[in-house]
Nanobody, 121 residues
Framework: QVQLVESGGDLVQAGGSLRLSCVASGRVLTINEMEWYRQTPGKQRELVASITTGGGTNYVNSVKGRFTISVDSAKNTVYLQMNNLKVEDTALYSC?????????????WGSGRGTQVTVSS
């Protein structure tokens, strides 16, 4: 029905930048809400940033001022711009979204498989 596919992960040096993309495809009318999570082995999944259809954003304290979440509604794509990356940002980043699938208000909820970000010192 709906698929979320992340891309943009890479190996980067500390202080560098990456832009992650999460593309929603299939029965997508609007993106109601999208969240970026990250997870490293042995640690709990962490909510990094979120954005709502109204444009409201939230960030975990550790990325405030460095990461920016944004949405391109025409492309059904949510971005996570990550600047001044730190070694501790190394993780598998995935997006989780609430997607409106038709005009009756039906929604879909799900996650992508993730994209790996590795920051070297």
């Amino acid at each position: 029905q709906v698929q979320l596919v992340e891309s943009g992960g890479d190996l980067v040096q500390a202080g560098g930048s990456l832009r992650l993309s999460c593309v929603a495809s299939g029965r997508v009318l609007t993106i109601n809400e999208m969240e970026w999570y990250r997870q490293t082995p042995g640690k709990q999944r962490e909510l990094v940033a979120s954005i709502t259809t109204g444009g409201g954003t939230n960030y975990v304290n550790s990325v405030k001022g460095r990461f920016t979440i944004s949405v391109d509604s025409a492309k059904n794509t949510v971005y996570l711009q990550m600047n001044n990356l730190k070694v501790e940002d190394t993780a598998l980043y995935s997006c989780t979204g609430v997607i409106k699938t038709d005009s009756s208000g039906e929604t879909w909820w799900g996650s992508g498989r993730g994209t790996q970000v590795t920051v070297s010192s």
